[in-house]
């Protein structure tokens, strides 16, 4: 049996599971997985259940902990509720719209005997860090974003040639805003959450199916985090447009408009297509 073959049991499994005690509790609610979907299925405004049972497949396989079971609920085809959980480092978001996003996770212990039960965990609200500190511009920017499983045509172009645009210096041949970095994590649900964290100024992909950002899309918003379209002018997205650039939280929104319409005139005339 290959990797594949175990990962794809895995993710078969996980969302049985998922989707078994979800229908037991919640009948009337439809379900959407990446294991069931199947090519023309389509996002209803009824309440939907979302679920990605391995985000971050690739980091899985090679045994690299940034992978993720995400679980989002859409209602009227927005994100509203989001769980996200990383078992490596046991660390879970979560959000419901009105409500706020938490995470929860072990608590550092600096020497000392590892805590057990209730005392094992703290939660936090989101977000973590840069909450008193506004968006500035693309120069002091921190990037997420990933090539995707398309490297050809257009839209490797449009990727490629974008991300060198945004890490040259300005004044250079490629006359960047020269971003501080370019992370590329693996798993779209954790890129989201950790944009909510305040951790990571921006993050911006194309590809990404509804079940990959769900849940993200909800922890986001309610930490104050803005999400628009990959594509210039995207200002209204939608959940399956799989067009997405997000930026993190900021006091009174201060910057985030204007750090969407920067990181939108650096892609030029470039334009993601799926």
Known sequence: MTATDIVTECD???EAIVSSRLSSLYPSFSF???ETYKPGDKLGPEP????DPIDGTLNFVHGFPHACISLGLAVDRVPVVGVV??????TMYTAIKGQGAFVRSPKPTFGKPLAVGEDAHQTRRLPLVNNNIPLVSLNTALVL???GATRDGSIYDAKTETMTKLAAAPGSKNDGPMVHGIRMMGSAALDLCTVATGGVDVYWEGGCWPW???????????????????NPGMWENEIDSRLYLAVRPSPDDQGQKEIVEEFWAAMGNHKLDY
């Not at 959980?85 to 046991?90: A, K």
């Open 48 to 51: 939907t259940f979302i679920c």
């Open 32 to 34: 959407m997985g990446e």
């Open 145 to 147: 974003s990933e090539y």
């Open 212 to 230: 990959d950002v769900c849940a993200g899309w909800a922890i986001l918003t309610e930490a104050g985090g803005k999400m628009v379209g990959a």
């Open 85 to 90: 959980y990383n078992p490596w480092f046991d």
């Open 12 to 14: 078969k499994a996980v």
